[in-house]
């Protein structure tokens, strides 16, 4: 630009030279004439001279006014390296503030995972189908919460160790940046100091929180044990209740009768009841044994009530005569069965209908004085009743029981004994076309039925009291998550302020000439500030979620801890803002997902399975802000007036920034230089933040990358 500058004034010059006026054509008088005003002004027009004059002027008014801009631009790139220093050194704190986050959301994510895996496979043990899986739940459960236990720890000592060098790394990436802004001729010096220098983190939440599994273990397993025995008692009471239904009515209803041998044939083929009073069932599960009490308390009262002899002769009325005593004797003893159930125990009488003469004189049949007598030809016989011929010819002589005349000679029309009521239900005993055959099949399945019940409500209680310590094993160690979070708060939290400095420069040649004198400029000095502000337009789970993707990737295939629950842990983790309601929505699915039980075994489980949501929900955790804080500038003082700031304020910032050594790049010694002690206390450029133990040895190193922090997790982030 000057160079065009001095060649257009060149070509003026010459051109003013040419054109001026021959001497011959001045006025007379001239110079003296005029006081010398000809000397710049000729007829109207300026003279060579006054031209000479200002572009001398206005030389001297361009090298010197760009001598100024340049100088001016030395002092702003001083202020550019300052502001580049305190960007970088916030970065850092931005950069652990989110790798703390990350790893305090992995561990409770994990921990969250491994008390769900755990609190599914309780329940599991209670389901039918999913009990061969669900021990390897509950252990799979408990390995990741030990991995957790393992992560916490590691993670509380690797968080305490950088922040305990997160004063010298705020510096050091400080002192890169400033650096950075050096040209060929402008060396420029500074750093950042963290404010406050010391930390109020608290990581005893992660230090001291190792979760025990023992007493989880122990009750899973008294579980299981009380599970499997409570599943063979039930499988052992619906073989017996299958068998009773059998005898009932375990047949098809769409066949002709005949095409099923049980109660309901039986009574459907030999009476009229209603389906109402004969109802038949197609399944033992719906059946219950009362259907078939009351089914023989219907058909012995129609049988009784409809009971006639099928000839007029004695011999039928005899045997009608029999078989009315023995409805009338069933009727009544049905009448008095029951099968009753309170809960704790099951209880039951069914009578026992005698099958032959023997079994008959064990009951009132036998006793019972209501047959009547008559004495012919001075001995006294038993008669079906009165209207036998032998006893109209006879002399009536009171009522007796078949007991009384046991052995004694019958009667020679009726032939009435004991053994008339014998042969009432000896043949509807013994053959499948008698009602009495499977009633009695039905009372044998029957009572192995309430045997096996009261068993299966014994080891019911048992196993319900296994859950109940289940639960509280599980509800007193998942208690273990709902303490307080970590508190983040690392040296630098309140903001950063930086220093920078160069050196003495003098204005480049080209600036430099016979219109200015060299421009020499002294050391100049800059203080910058910057704090942490919340970036609104960051979707929450964005790192979290980039975080778990490459944590995948590099577990590959793991069997054991990792494998089949890497989603359970992600999909905690992405939604760690939230992670109550993820928690609960998480552990909602997982138990809906093993299936509905049925029977006691599908009580209990139902019932686990509220109480360990129940666990889940109770712990209230509060949503965390997953915002990411990003460095902005601020006015320095805000910081330097802060809390915790060991700077006095600006006039003690400017002692300290004239103290900066130029040149130094140590940050250590730059800090010292400012009064401010740092330790470094990270050796090599990749420190491993935390690790997370696999199965089966090795692990996932999660390592920070020293030199520029940024990203914060190196191969995680």
Same mark, same amino acid.
């Given at each position: 630009?000057?160079?065009?500058?001095?060649?257009?004034?060149?070509?003026?010059?010459?051109?003013?030279?040419?054109?001026?006026?021959?001497?011959?054509?001045?006025?007379?008088?001239?110079?003296?004439?005029?006081?010398?005003?000809?000397?710049?002004?000729?007829?109207?027009?300026?003279?060579?001279?006054?031209?000479?004059?200002?572009?001398?002027?206005?030389?001297?008014?361009?090298?010197?006014?760009?001598?100024?801009?340049?100088?001016?631009?030395?002092?702003?790139?001083?202020?550019?390296?300052?502001?580049?220093?305190?960007?970088?050194?916030?970065?850092?704190?931005?950069?652990?503030?989110?790798?703390?986050?990350?790893?305090?959301?992995?561990?409770?994510?994990?921990?969250?995972?491994?008390?769900?895996?755990?609190?599914?496979?309780?329940?599991?043990?209670?389901?039918?189908?999913?009990?061969?899986?669900?021990?390897?739940?509950?252990?799979?459960?408990?390995?990741?919460?030990?991995?957790?236990?393992?992560?916490?720890?590691?993670?509380?000592?690797?968080?305490?160790?950088?922040?305990?060098?997160?004063?010298? $790394?705020?510096?050091?990436?400080?002192?890169?940046?400033?650096?950075?802004?050096?040209?060929?001729?402008?060396?420029?010096?500074?750093?950042?100091?963290?404010?406050?220098?010391?930390?109020?983190?608290?990581?005893?939440?992660?230090?001291?929180?190792?979760?025990?599994?023992?007493?989880?273990?122990?009750?899973?397993?008294?579980?299981?044990?009380?599970?499997?025995?409570?599943?063979?008692?039930?499988?052992?009471?619906?073989?017996?209740?299958?068998?009773?239904? $059998?005898?009932?009515?375990?047949?098809?209803?769409?066949?002709?009768?005949?095409?099923?041998?049980?109660?309901?044939?039986?009574?459907?083929?030999?009476?009229?009841?209603?389906? @109402?009073?004969?109802?038949?069932?197609?399944?033992?599960?719906?059946?219950?044994?009362?259907?078939?009490?009351?089914?023989?308390?219907?058909?012995?009262?129609?049988?009784?009530?409809?009971?006639?002899?099928?000839?007029?002769?004695?011999?039928?009325?005899?045997?009608?005569?029999?078989?009315?005593?023995?409805?009338?004797?069933?009727?009544?003893?049905?009448?008095?069965?029951?099968?009753?159930?309170?809960?704790?125990?099951?209880?039951?009488?069914?009578?026992?209908?005698?099958?032959?003469?023997?079994?008959?004189?064990?009951?009132? $049949?036998?006793?019972?004085?209501?047959?009547?007598?008559?004495?012919?030809?001075?001995?006294?016989?038993?008669?079906?009743?009165?209207?036998?011929?032998?006893?109209?010819?006879?002399?009536?002589?009171?009522?007796?029981?078949?007991?009384?005349?046991?052995?004694?000679?019958?009667?020679?029309?009726?032939?009435?004994?004991? $053994?008339?009521?014998?042969?009432?239900?000896?043949?509807?005993?013994?053959?499948?076309?008698?009602?009495?055959?499977?009633?009695?099949?039905?009372?044998?399945?029957?009572?192995?039925?309430?045997?096996?019940?009261?068993?299966?409500?014994?080891?019911?209680?048992?196993?319900?009291?296994?859950?109940?310590?289940?639960?509280?094993?599980?509800?007193?160690?998942?208690?273990?998550?709902?303490?307080?979070?970590?508190?983040?708060?690392?040296?630098?939290?309140?903001?950063?302020?930086?220093?920078?400095?160069?050196?003495?420069?003098?204005?480049?040649?080209?600036?430099?000439?016979?219109?200015?004198?060299?421009?020499?400029?002294?050391?100049?000095?800059?203080?910058?500030?910057?704090?942490?502000?919340?970036?609104?337009?960051?979707?929450?789970?964005?790192?979290?979620?980039?975080?778990?993707?490459?944590?995948?990737?590099?577990?590959?295939?793991?069997?054991?801890?990792?494998?089949?629950?890497?989603?359970?842990?992600?999909?905690?983790?992405?939604?760690?803002?939230?992670?109550?309601?993820?928690?609960?929505?998480?552990?909602?699915?997982?138990?809906?997902?093993?299936?509905?039980?049925?029977?006691?075994?599908?009580?209990?489980?139902?019932?686990?399975?509220?109480?360990?949501?129940?666990?889940?929900?109770?712990?209230?955790?509060?949503?965390?802000?997953?915002?990411?804080?990003?460095?902005?500038?601020?006015?320095?003082?805000?910081?330097?007036?802060?809390?915790?700031?060991?700077?006095?304020?600006?006039?003690?910032?400017?002692?300290?920034?004239?103290?900066?050594?130029?040149?130094?790049?140590?940050?250590?010694?730059?800090?010292?230089?400012?009064?401010?002690? @740092?330790?470094?206390?990270?050796?090599?450029?990749?420190?491993?933040?935390?690790?997370?133990?696999?199965?089966?040895?090795?692990?996932?190193?999660?390592?920070?990358?020293?030199?520029?922090?940024?990203?914060?997790?190196?191969?995680?982030?």
């Amino acid at each position: 630009m000057i160079r065009g500058l001095l060649h257009g004034i060149k070509r003026f010059w010459s051109r003013r030279v040419l054109t001026r006026r021959p001497s011959c054509h001045r006025k007379r008088g001239g110079f003296m004439g005029r006081a010398g005003v000809d000397l710049f002004i000729e007829d109207g027009a300026y003279t060579t001279l006054s031209s000479a004059v200002v572009i001398l002027v206005v030389l001297t008014l361009l090298f010197s006014s760009t001598a100024a801009i340049w100088s001016m631009s030395r002092a702003g790139d001083t202020q550019v390296a300052a502001d580049s220093g305190a960007l970088a050194g916030a970065n850092v704190v931005s950069s652990y503030h989110t790798a703390a986050t990350v790893v305090d959301a992995s561990i409770l994510s994990l921990g969250l995972a491994g008390f769900a895996t755990i609190g599914t496979g309780l329940v599991a043990i209670l389901i039918p189908g999913a009990e061969p899986v669900a021990g390897n739940m509950v252990d799979t459960g408990i390995e990741i919460i030990k991995t957790r236990n393992k992560f916490a720890k590691s993670a509380s000592e690797g968080l305490q160790k950088i922040e305990t060098a997160l004063p010298y $790394l705020i510096a050091a990436r400080a002192t890169q940046a400033v650096s950075a802004q050096d040209t060929d001729s402008v060396t420029y010096t500074g750093t950042a100091l963290a404010v406050p220098r010391t930390s109020e983190s608290d990581f005893a939440a992660l230090k001291g929180s190792e979760i025990s599994t023992d007493t989880i273990k122990d009750t899973s397993d008294d579980l299981e044990c009380a599970a499997e025995e409570l599943r063979k008692a039930s499988e052992d009471t619906a073989k017996a209740k299958e068998r009773a239904w $059998l005898a009932d009515c375990g047949g098809s209803d769409k066949g002709s009768v005949g095409s099923c041998s049980c109660m309901w044939e039986r009574a459907k083929s030999l009476t009229d009841l209603s389906g @109402v009073q004969n109802p038949h069932y197609s399944s033992s599960v719906t059946w219950e044994p009362q259907v078939a009490l009351d089914r023989a308390k219907d058909y012995y009262h129609w049988r009784l009530t409809n009971e006639k002899p099928h000839g007029s002769s004695v011999e039928m009325k005899a045997e009608s005569a029999a078989r009315k005593a023995f409805y009338t004797y069933a009727s009544a003893e049905v009448d008095r069965a029951h099968i009753t159930e309170n809960g704790d125990r099951v209880s039951s009488y069914i009578p026992l209908l005698p099958r032959n003469s023997d079994e008959v004189r064990a009951t009132e $049949l036998y006793t019972d004085a209501v047959w009547p007598t008559s004495v012919n030809d001075d001995k006294a016989y038993l008669h079906y009743g009165t209207t036998c011929p032998n006893y109209k010819k006879g002399t009536p002589s009171g009522f007796a029981s078949v007991a009384d005349y046991d052995g004694q000679d019958k009667c020679s029309k009726c032939h009435f004994g004991v $053994l008339s009521l014998g042969a009432v239900a000896a043949p509807s005993t013994s053959i499948e076309n008698g009602f009495e055959y499977h009633f009695d099949k039905f009372k044998d399945a029957l009572e192995d039925y309430v045997d096996c019940r009261n068993k299966e409500l014994e080891l019911e209680r048992q196993t319900e009291d296994e859950a109940d310590r289940a639960g509280n094993a599980f509800d007193t160690a998942i208690k273990e998550l709902s303490g307080e979070r970590p508190r983040i708060a690392p040296p630098g939290r309140n903001g950063v302020v930086a220093f920078a400095v160069s050196g003495d420069i003098t204005s480049p040649d080209q600036l430099n000439s016979s219109f200015n004198t060299a421009v020499e400029l002294g050391s100049r000095g800059a203080i910058s500030a910057a704090v942490l502000a919340p970036d609104e337009a960051t979707a929450q789970n964005n790192v979290l979620s980039r975080f778990f993707s490459t944590l995948k990737e590099r577990s590959g295939s793991v069997a054991g801890v990792l494998d089949g629950v890497m989603d359970v842990w992600g999909r905690l983790l992405v939604g760690y803002g939230d992670i109550q309601g993820s928690a609960d929505e998480l552990m909602d699915e997982m138990i809906k997902g093993l299936g509905g039980g049925s029977g006691a075994l599908g009580s209990i489980a139902s019932w686990l399975g509220d109480t360990v949501s129940a666990s889940v929900a109770a712990l209230g955790l509060e949503p965390c802000d997953l915002r990411l804080r990003k460095p902005v500038l601020t006015d320095s003082a805000n910081v330097i007036k802060g809390p915790g700031s060991d700077i006095a304020g600006l006039s003690q910032a400017q002692d300290k920034l004239r103290s900066i050594p130029l040149g130094v790049t140590d940050p250590k010694a730059l800090c010292e230089a400012l009064e401010y002690q @740092v330790e470094r206390t990270i050796s090599g450029t990749v420190f491993t933040l935390a690790e997370i133990p696999l199965p089966g040895g090795g692990s996932i190193p999660l390592t920070v990358d020293v030199a520029t922090l940024v990203g914060a997790l190196g191969g995680g982030s």
